[in-house]
């Protein structure tokens, strides 16, 4: 088992986030955190990247409590996406996507050619190489989340970790990074975990969901187009009412009656 | 292409370092020097050491500037709008005021004053954003300003509690200068700038990522606490000795770092020793008019640094209009 998440609640300020979550995720499988805003899905991602500090329950990752991680040696199995915020980095896109690879560099971060290589590499894979010697305050907000994925790529974790990735990009620029993230998949075989609004592609796109609703998990595991208990659980989690219908081309859509 | 650069200005930096000691109340030329023992001796004695501590002053000011900047990711961030140098010149006239006199190794009375005081306000804003826990720049920058103003109404309130010859010191202390220096205070500075500019160097990489923003930098594995730690004990180091020695020298450390980040790449690696280069000079060239335009007289050196550095910030401000392109966060 890669992660392993253990009676985890959190709170900030008084206010609990996070109540006694327990989640098990093996390699290779792709998580859908979904939940209300303020339901404690970015907390959640957090907790597991290692950026708060666990006071109650734990998170282990292959075998080891992550609070027993060395900052360098975390960030070589875990890399993460934040929300894409609205701040002007001046960095050249390709200095940028070097940037990931600081948890194996030495002292004074001097690139070596393996680095550049996978700085390349990852350029590749996310459609980012045709602007890697442009600045990222030039960027457009969808080509800016694709230099931001492969930022977290070029530190080749087994783990990634994102949230909202595609909130706020179009269907165009949507797609580039779901087919990005398609073949980042395809050569590592990485566990990805993500916060996600998208709720009517996650059938296809991934093969676990998570439900968080208060802190607390309402539902996890596979994710069943079949079954009509699927909508109720949406139902519970969103408090609006959803269904499941099926497109011309036999392809399964969940989404909300209005 | 940057290294090339780095090489010019560090070539630019010894010629004008060489230069500048031959310009000043008078101009002494490289002949009197063989000839002259009283020019000998103005030279090596009064403008040499004042040549070094000049370079030394506005390179580690306007490095400290730099660090600030990167770490509460804001451009208006400086040692002086985060009160470390009111805290500073607070420290010294309390000094001033209560006639704390030494002299160790050329380290004076006044000296310790700066430096705790200096000390004092970092660590107080860097505990009010521990304890805050609000780490966004604006916040950092407001207590910052907060600091500062309490420092300097503590510094009113020393001058108006003072005699008139402690309160003339003060004020000239305050205006900031160079005039009196002797190879001790710059060996002294030397050794401290040295020490500060070797952690800053050390944590350079880790300034891009703090200005990523502190989880995606944690995220990358940088133990972002510690980091912070580091470079405000090397800042205090830096900007103590500095204010101690030459007093509160304003602007060095906030148009230097936007101009060497707006005619260089961000990357901190690159960034790092342009800024402490391109500061050093501007100081040097700053006091050496500071000695020439009304001699015999001298101005203080703060005064010509805002006089000339603000329009020319202003100039840069307006007229490079291409916004997309700066490198400013």
């Not at chain 1, 609205?86 to 680095?115: E, K, W």
Request: contains cysteine.
């Amino acid at each position: 088992m890669l992660i392993k998440i253990d009676n985890l609640s959190f709170s900030y300020n008084q206010k609990q986030i996070l109540q006694n979550v327990s989640l098990n995720i093996n390699e290779g499988e792709q998580w859908a955190i979904i939940g209300k805003n303020g339901a404690g899905k970015s907390t959640l991602i957090k907790c597991i990247a290692g950026l708060e500090k666990i006071k109650q329950g734990q998170i282990v990752i292959w075998g080891k409590n992550i609070e027993t991680f060395a900052a360098k040696d975390l960030a070589k199995l875990i890399s993460y996406v934040p929300q894409v915020s609205g701040r002007n980095l001046p960095f050249t896109v390709f200095d940028y996507v070097m940037m990931g690879r600081f948890p194996y560099q030495g002292f004074m971060a001097l690139p070596t050619a393996l680095d550049k290589n996978i700085v390349q590499e990852s350029l590749r894979l996310t459609d980012t190489e045709d602007f890697s010697s442009r600045k990222m305050n030039m960027l457009s907000g969808g080509e800016l989340q694709r230099v931001f994925l492969a930022g977290a790529v070029a530190q080749r974790t087994p783990i990634l970790l994102l949230d909202e990735p595609t909130t706020f990009l179009d269907p165009f620029h949507r797609q580039l990074i779901i087919k990005a993230l398609e073949r980042i998949q395809r050569d590592f075989k990485t566990t990805i975990l993500a916060v996600t609004h998208e709720i009517s592609s996650i059938i296809d796109r991934y093969s676990n969901v998570l439900g968080l609703k208060e802190g607390e998990v309402v539902f996890s595991g596979k994710f069943n187009a079949d079954s009509d208990k699927t909508a109720i659980i949406y139902n519970r989690i969103f408090d609006v009412e959803f269904e499941i219908a099926e497109s011309k081309s036999g392809r399964k859509i969940i989404f909300q009656r209005i | 292409m940057n290294n090339f650069k780095i090489l010019l200005l560090g070539i630019a930096s010894i010629l004008i370092i060489c230069v500048c000691p031959f310009f000043g109340m008078n101009v002494i030329s490289p002949l009197e020097l063989l000839h002259n023992s009283l020019q000998t001796n103005i030279f090596f004695s009064l403008r040499l050491p004042r040549t070094f501590a000049a370079f030394l002053a506005g390179s580690g000011l306007s490095l400290c500037g730099m660090v600030f900047q990167a770490m509460f990711r804001n451009p208006l961030a400086e040692p002086f709008t985060l009160g470390v140098a009111s805290g500073a010149s607070c420290g010294a006239a309390l000094t001033i005021l209560f006639g704390f006199e030494l002299n160790w190794f050329g380290i004076s009375g006044t000296s310790i004053g700066a430096f705790s005081g200096a000390f004092v306000a970092i660590f107080f804003v860097y505990e009010f954003s521990k304890v805050s826990k609000k780490s966004d720049s604006f916040t950092m920058l407001l207590a910052g300003i907060a600091v500062s103003f309490m420092f300097s109404s503590i510094l009113m309130f020393c001058q108006y509690l003072s005699n008139m010859r402690d309160s003339f010191q003060i004020v000239r202390w305050l205006m900031g200068g160079l005039e009196v220096f002797g190879y001790d205070s710059v060996i002294i500075m030397l050794i401290f700038i040295i020490l500060g500019a070797i952690i800053i160097v050390w944590k350079l990489p880790e300034l891009d990522h703090l200005l990523t923003g502190d989880d995606l930098a944690k995220s990358r594995g940088i133990s972002v606490s510690k980091t912070k730690a580091y470079l405000l004990f090397a800042t205090t180091l830096i900007v103590g000795i500095i204010v101690a020695n030459c007093g509160p020298i304003g602007f060095v450390g906030l148009i230097i770092p936007y101009f060497a980040r707006r005619y260089f790449v961000l990357n901190h690696r690159v960034l790092g020793p342009a800024t402490f280069l391109i500061g050093g000079m501007f100081l040097l060239i700053a006091d050496t008019f500071s000695r020439m335009i009304i001699a015999p007289a001298e101005i203080p050196v703060g005064v010509i640094t805002a006089i000339f550095g603000a329009p020319f910030f202003l100039w840069i401000l307006l007229f490079h209009k291409n916004q997309k392109d700066i490198n400013i966060f």
